[in-house]
Structure formats: C-alpha cells, structure tokens
C-alpha cells in the first residue's frame, strides 16, 4: 500500500515512474541522495543495509552499491553517471553487477536508465524517479522482481532518515558518520568559547549540564584537567535506581579550542573510544565539534543505538541554557 504522499505509474511500455513528497529541503534530499555517508543511512528496502563501494559523482563517474538482505545476502549494483544538476536532477545507467544473478533466480532486465529529479515545493521536496528500460519485456521482468515495492520501501527509509536530519537541524544538531567507526557531532552556541571550555571542564558547571534524559542526576564529577589527568562522571536514574559510570584519560587539552580524551562506558566491558572537541569562535558564537572515534563498526552501532542522539540533544540544550546564565 502506497503512502498519500507517493505514486507509481507506468507513462510508457518501457517506463516505471515513481513519485514521493518528502518534508524536506531540496538541498537535504540532493545530499543524502548523492553522499556515501547518508546513502547508507537509507538506501535498500526496510531491513537491508548498504555500502557504498564507489562513488564518482560527474558525468561519466562511476558508482557501485552492495545491498546486504537482513539474512547476509549481497546484491551488487552499479552504473555510470550521464547527467548531473544539483541540486535538480541526476541521470545515470542502473545495472545489476556481478553475483546478482547467483543469488536472484530471474531472467535479468538490461538496458536500465534511472533519472532522478528533484523538484523544490515550497521547503518540501517532490522527488520524481523514472526507470527507463531497453524494452517492455525488460520492464515487465524489473516489475516480477519487486522493483515498485522495493524502492517505495527504500523511500519510507529515506522519509524516515530525512525525518531525523530536519530535527537534528532544527534543534542545532547534526550527527554524521564520516566511516563505519566514526561519529561526528556539531553543535553551534551563541556564546564565545573561552565560557563553553570552563563549562566543559570545571566539576560546578558539568554538573548542572552533563547527562542523558530528565530523570537522570550527577552523583559523581571528578576532574583532573591535565594531560594524562583521569575524568569520572556517574549519573543516577532516579527511575530504576541505576547509576552509569563514565570515565577516561585526558590526553591533549589546549585552552579553550580543544579538548581529548578516551572515554569508557563503565557497565559494558570494551567501550573505550577517543573523543575529541573542537570549539571554532567567530563573531561571538561558538562552533562545537565532537569527534568519537570508536574500535569498530559494531562499536560505533551500539553507541549509536543506545540513544546516544536523543540523550546528547538533550545534554547540549541544557548546556545552551547554562551558558546563558554564565553570560
């Protein structure tokens, strides 16, 4: 069943059109249609991932997709570039690549031409994608493998990642992951950044700022600020009665434009990543950046899915409104 705001049609024997409205700018939706970074965040149907192995966006570049199924198996997808206007329209071929048809008993569609286009309503964004086939035969072929269904899936994925980047900049956020072990965090105040540096780093400030939901309060703030200096946080749930340890090492610290550290998660053996903040000054307000390096992919994802956006939103809010009462 298709969404109120999608449709598919089909304007020629050879033709599949599939339209959706995303609640986004057009400039967000060229972006994570076009950068490895937010492509894999989205592209697939609901359960599958996807990584991009090459990504050459001019006319005649080259790209390549592997989706990965929820049970490992991989669908390999390539092509090449023919046209492209940012932030309004891209043309490129679509070809299935090598090993897909080992793992998909099916008489292969060839001849594939994809157009994107990207049309600008009013901060909304009617995103028109039309597959163009070498034959009806070929169409009908694309059609018996799902391919309607497949990308009105990949399209309720990138409604919902679109969902999460509007928010992020709503509330002056933006998380990225530059790779599979990074993730990347900015934030800007209205402050200068001498006032956010002894926010961060004196034990009476971090206390009033530091911490995930509402319902959490700081038990703990030790602070040793020098290089090879140790850090430990704990917060209380007053909901459940569990305390959460946070601690680590400061291993560069340069008043006030930058700050690391290692940081552990007390209760999960192994969490040890590298953080590092940036404070960018200029015309008096403050760029924060916030570096998280962590071991591995699978790290990275479960500090991402243990609602590290939503409790850091929340944290550098409260932090926004201290600075205000410093100022």
Known sequence: MLKQNSSTETQSDREIVITRVFNAPRELVFKAWTEPKHIEQWWGPQGFTTRVTELDLRPSGQWRYVMIS???TEYPAKGVFRE?????RIVTSDEFDEGFDQVVNADLPQGIVMTAVFEDL???TK????ITHASAEDRRKHEEM???AGWNSSFDCLDEF???????Q?????VTLPSDREIVVTRVFNAPRQLIFEAWTQPEHVKRWFG???NMTMTVCDIDLRVGGTWRYVLHDSSNGTDHGFSGEYREIVPPERLVSTERYEPVPNSDHLNTLTLTEQDGKTTLHIHIQHQSMEQRDGHLQSGMEVGLRETLNRLEKLLQSMA
């Open 70 to 72: 929820p049970d490992g």
């Open 84 to 88: 492209i206007v940012p932030p309004e």
């Open 122 to 124: 009013d901060g909304k």
């Open 127 to 130: 995103l028109i994608l039309q």
């Open 146 to 148: 799902g391919v309607i």
């Open 162 to 168: 679109l969902a999460k980047q509007v928010e992020h």
């Open 170 to 174: 709503q509330h002056g956020i933006t």
């Open 212 to 214: 995930g939901c509402g």
